[in-house]
């Protein structure tokens, strides 16, 4: 069992920066590969980004490219999500998300343990 706990999410000015940081527990972490799924009500849960389990493979959804930072400290059980030029369009609800030994990142369905959500709203 897997228990994540996200922080970092609040308030900010278009144009503007966050970073949220997506805690583990357990020592297996370095096991998992780790993603973000962004959600807003009604719709469906958008993957954002993930890193593998390997750090081999780092993968962003194309809205967020070059925007977003993925990373991770296998020693401290922590994924990141560096997001800089924030847009409105970037509100919604952050999750991170642990998969074991995933070779595929952008599916919900693939990962095996979610946190319980960070809200990020980014004012115009």
């Known amino acids: 069992q897997v228990q994540l706990v996200e922080s970092g999410g609040g308030l900010v000015q278009a144009g503007g920066s966050l970073r949220l940081s997506c805690a583990a527990s357990?020592?297996?972490?370095?096991?998992?590969?780790m993603g973000w799924f962004r959600q807003v009500p009604g719709k469906e849960r958008e993957f954002v980004a993930a890193?593998?389990?390997?750090?081999?493979?780092?993968v962003y959804t194309d809205s967020v490219k070059g925007r977003f930072t993925i990373s991770r400290d296998n020693a401290k059980n922590t994924v990141y999500l560096q997001m800089n030029s924030l847009k409105p369009e970037d509100t919604a609800v952050y999750y991170c998300a642990a998969g074991l030994y995933r070779r595929t990142y952008s599916s919900a369905g693939e990962y095996d343990y979610w946190g319980q959500g960070t809200q990020v709203t980014v004012s115009s």
């Open positions: 357990g020592r297996t972490f370095s096991r998992y590969t």
């Open positions: 890193k593998s389990w390997s750090g081999a493979a780092t």
